[in-house]
């Protein structure tokens, strides 16, 4: 099987981030969906395949019958794929590429959203609190959470190379801030500046309120079309091809993650550059799930796109901007546009590659990474995008 | 809760923490489960720990997000995460310890305390 033969992402469709009181995730979803299929100019009752991630507050079984129940739709086979933060929609997109290439579907369609903002129990905080890892005995006791896991591997990246928060957390909040402030569909677009960054109150240290995502409601989808069929279809706008993708899977509670050199994100990249036949240097952008602001230089710096410690650096140089040479979260990411489990990361690379960003289009972008991790860097992936069918 | 998760949390009630060693491989592993996860072998036994271990890494909790109501009025408390003597790294609480003064590298040692009616084994400046 080879990526560069097998689909093409068609169509992209996000539902409006925020607060959505009366409506369930999976009605969030359906509009997404709808709103995908309108972009590749497909009908419904043409999907083969629904690949679905269904909602992390208010779980269900068989979601991705639901999905397409909802929608009235009766395709050949759905998955519920429940892998990790970004890195689920690259296995959606491994699974639909495997079945095109099988010649089992020609069309799929890829799906997340969550109601987390509106839905969650009273009192509760962020966007996992009803996941269980199957190993609270472990953790729970100690007044740990998703939070103080994700702050323990920080403060190990801080130590590791002898840096502050403020050298490298604060100004990946404050370049996201400002990306967020050029996307219509960003929850958080208010300027924050380094003042606002060290006067944010402590969550978890190293972790402020302002490193740590707030959760919205929303939905993202995208249309996988078989290139045999993309070609016989007049698509509205040109096609994303995927290059190469890479996944690897190390641990699943902090405690027993691998230290920060040795997280699966170094290798995954590897093995997506390697397929891709492309470097670092070909990258004109990135997406990376930003759950928190240590997501960003850690999987900056695994990715080899900079040396070790030195994420901090190119951050405050204006690096990682629209407008620097390596734009990271475009569309504001989790941290501002809100956190609607990564979906978003891959419907800004489609974006930006169709060249449909507006006043945040990073120039000349044919070449996208879209990184993640799903957990606590449990499992890490990156995958590369590129604009046309090349 | 487990057999084996069982058999865990009363030694540390006995103020007598064991954790899984695996004979086959001669290593200590940590959270308990019937088999060794390196190797698969069963053949494995509990033993005490040293009580000796370092921080690896730590978090100062100030908004506690966790399911453990207990905390809450705690604050600010201190997660850390603590590699023992026996070479396994777990999940626990520094004590004893000012928030300014925790340090990734510090050397701990356990002290079981009671907390929220249950007996935890944490850690406390050496």
């Known amino acids: 099987m080879s990526l560069k033969n097998s689909g093409l992402i068609v169509g992209i469709g996000e539902t409006a981030v925020g607060k959505h009181p009366g409506r369930s995730a999976l009605d969030l979803q359906a509009e997404a969906v709808q709103k995908a299929l309108a972009d590749a100019g497909i009908e419904k009752n043409k999907i083969d395949a629904i690949y679905a991630l269904g909602s992390y507050i208010e779980p269900t079984q068989l979601h991705g019958l639901g999905v397409a129940e909802y929608l009235g739709i009766q395709p050949r086979f759905q998955e519920n794929v429940d892998v990790g933060g970004t890195v689920a929609f690259m296995s959606m997109i491994l699974s639909a590429f495997a079945a095109i290439e099988e010649g089992r579907i020609n069309i799929a369609v890829c799906v997340f959203g ?40 920080a403060r190990r990246y801080l130590d590791l190379y002898g840096l502050e928060p403020e050298e490298v957390f604060g100004p990946v909040a404050i370049t996201l801030r400002g990306h967020a402030q050029l996307n219509e569909n960003a929850a958080y677009r208010k300027p924050i500046t380094m003042d606002d960054y060290k006067s944010s109150p402590w969550i978890a240290e190293p972790f402020r309120r302002l490193d740590c995502s707030p959760v919205v409601d929303g939905a993202g989808a995208f249309v996988i079309v078989s290139r045999k069929v993309a070609q016989q279809m007049s698509l509205p706008f040109a096609p994303v091809s995927v290059l190469g993708v890479g996944t690897q899977v190390t641990h699943k509670i902090v405690s027993q993650t691998p230290d920060i050199p040795e997280l699966g994100m170094a290798d995954a990249g590897k093995r997506a550059f390697e397929e891709a036949g492309l470097t670092q240097k070909d990258v004109d952008l990135v997406t990376i799930h ?101 | 809760m487990a057999d084996y998760d ?52 730590y978090s100062i909790v100030h908004f506690p997000h966790g399911p453990n109501e207990g905390w809450k009025s705690r604050v600010p408390y201190i997660v850390a995460l603590v590699t023992l003597a026996e070479n396994v790294r777990l999940m626990s609480n520094i004590v004893d310890c000012a928030i300014d003064d925790v340090r990734t590298g510090m050397d701990v040692e356990v002290s079981y305390r009671p907390f929220d009616g249950r007996t935890l084994p944490t850690f406390i400046p050496v």
């Open chain 1, 114 to 153: 969550d109601n987390a903002s509106t839905h969650r129990p009273p009192g509760t905080h962020g966007f996992l609190t009803q996941m269980k890892q199957g190993t609270e005995e472990y953790e729970n006791p100690y007044g740990s959470s998703l939070v103080v896991s994700y702050a323990l591997l």
């Open chain 1, 290 to 390: 930003d759950g928190f602001t240590a997501s960003v230089p850690i999987t900056l710096e695994a990715l080899g796109f900079c040396g070790l410690g030195e994420c901090g650096r190119l951050v405050a140089d204006g690096g990682i901007s629209h407008t620097g040479d390596l734009p990271v979260n475009t569309h504001g990411g989790l941290l501002s546009q809100g956190h609607v489990g990564g979906v978003m990361h891959v419907l800004e690379a489609v974006r930006q590659l169709r060249g449909h960003a507006g006043e945040r289009q990073v120039r000349d972008a044919e070449v996208a990474a879209v990184a993640g991790n799903g957990n606590i860097f449990s499992i890490c992936g990156m995958m590369l995008l590129a604009k046309g069918s090349n």
């Open chain 2, 6 to 57: 069982e058999a865990f949390w009363k030694s540390v009630d006995n103020n007598r923490m064991e954790i899984p060693f695996c004979r086959s491989c001669d290593e200590f592993f940590f959270y308990p489960r019937p088999f060794c996860p390196n190797c698969w072998s069963k053949d494995i036994e509990r033993r005490p720990i040293s009580g000796k271990g370092s921080v690896w890494s």
